[in-house]
């Protein structure tokens, strides 16, 4: 454990960034929330106000003309986004999910093929580890790729890949030698013009119903040689080590949706009366919400945490990030839950946000490991 361990320290740029978002969120994200669920449409508003901004992947270097902003800044933004619309903020999320592995792993020229646009708002990118029958253990996976002269030709089904459609890169984890298990999958970058690719319909979702979930079809898929990222057989580590690096966004999230059910929560109880005063007047109410309050303080400090383990090259980072993204997603359902029962009836009509938020909110206790899979490996780390 070094000096630094455990702490991290939030910049006035930090707090620039974090007003700059806000700002953003409120003016050109909140507006078009409500519609962008209930028409279950990508929030194309949001894609063109983060790009603008440069708030859309805040995370790639800037020697690939990208901000080059710590994995704190990147939380914050995603924070600040999901406080309004949780779609929105799968934007910034997914660029870094799907464009970690090429950051960590990838060759500089392929880096340079894929991030370059990403940073520049040309393309997005997605990450393709699921399958149906390989979630919690990904590597069961039967996707396959062999490798035929100078081209990989990849085949098989990914399952519930996020933003997919809208995405131009994927990174897709496939076996290049069933014999070695989880020491056998490699990593690579599918572009959607690439020859045998293709996706599905849009799966129809409880919540996060602006970000499109669909399937990726691989029939002879064939991408050139050096499109795999990092050697082979490397793939599957490259996506755990991915994982240590996203998970805190999915804790950002949580947290920014919990924070937006909170501040939705306070300036409806001081307006609603109830037996002659105001309903913020009684004390069940009060405490209830200081419940939340508190929840959401300490998920904040724990996804920051996270974010700056990984900056720090931790050794515990792997633990952290777990904790972070278990603990701000299981915080994330008890906040908005107790969101819509402070609404009362009001709460669970579409007139108000907090049961959007209380659907949209279900998501982060599952994906990117599921909060029993964190648990999991929370202990493994504490065991070792």
Partial sequence: MGTNSGLYALTEEHEAIRAAVRDIAEREIAPYAAEVDAESRYP????KALTAAGFHATHIP???GGEGADALATCIVIEEVARVDMSASLIPAVNKLGSMPVILSASEDLKQKVLAPIAAGEAMISYGLSEREAGSDAAAMK???????????LN??????TNSGVSEWYTVMAVTDPGKGANGISAFAVHRDDPGFAVG???RKMGIKGSPTRELYFTDCTIPADRIIGAPGTGFKTALRTLDFTRPTIGAQAVGVAQGALDASVAYVKE???FGKAVSEFQGVQFVLADMEMKIQAARHLVYVAAAAGEQGRSDVTRVSASAKAFASDVAMQVTTDAV??????????????ERMMRDAKITQIYEGTNQVQRMVIARSLLR
């Fill in 44 to 47: 194309i508003e949001a894609q």
């Fill in 62 to 64: 800037e020697a690939y």
């Fill in 143 to 153: 996707t396959r790729a062999r490798l035929e002269g100078d081209s990989w030709v």
């Fill in 156 to 161: 098989g089904t990914k399952a519930w890949i």
């Fill in 201 to 203: 319909p849009k799966e």
């Fill in 272 to 274: 609603r009366k109830q």
């Fill in 341 to 354: 029962q402070l609404f009362g009836g009001a709460g669970y009509t579409q007139d108000f946000p907090v």
